[in-house]
Nanobody, 127 residues
Framework: QVHLVESGGGLVQPGGSLSVSCAVS????????MGWFRQVPGKEREFVAA????????DYADSVKGRFTISRNNAENTVSLQMNSLKPDDTAVYHC????????????????????WGQGTQVTVSS
């Protein structure tokens, strides 16, 4: 059984930094997409960042480009999101996601394309 477990969320002041990580068990996703979505109560899940495969290029939402960095560690079967210059609008529950099959020509950015989801970790940006 596949499990994705996030950690590292918390409270941070505007302008600060935070890193969230996701530990994966049950299978590896080295050849398929992994990434992060976030959700605020009452709103749709929002794409944040993803990479099509381990070692492949990465994609980011325009709202986080230049501030967030996604990284994958195939040996440890983890994916992380380093978040810098955080803003109050970044406040959300952050979910780690993984796709069960490879996408050879694009990086999925729609939530329905991902097969596995973690429970999420709360990130709050506030003074």
């Amino acid at each position: 059984q596949v499990h994705l477990v996030e950690s590292g969320g918390g409270l941070v002041q505007p302008g600060g930094s935070l890193s969230v990580s996701c530990a994966v068990s049950g299978r590896t996703f080295s050849s398929s997409a992994m990434g992060w979505f976030r959700q605020v109560p009452g709103k749709e899940r929002e794409f944040v960042a993803a990479s099509r495969c381990n070692g492949c290029s990465t994609d980011y939402a325009d709202s986080v480009k230049g501030r967030f960095t996604i990284s994958r560690n195939n040996a440890e079967n983890t994916v992380s999101l380093q978040m810098n210059s955080l803003k109050p609008d970044d406040t959300a529950v952050y979910h780690c996601v993984a796709k069960g099959s490879s996408t050879y020509s694009y990086t999925p950015k729609v939530s329905s394309e991902y097969d596995y989801w973690g429970q999420g970790t709360q990130v709050t940006v506030s003074s």
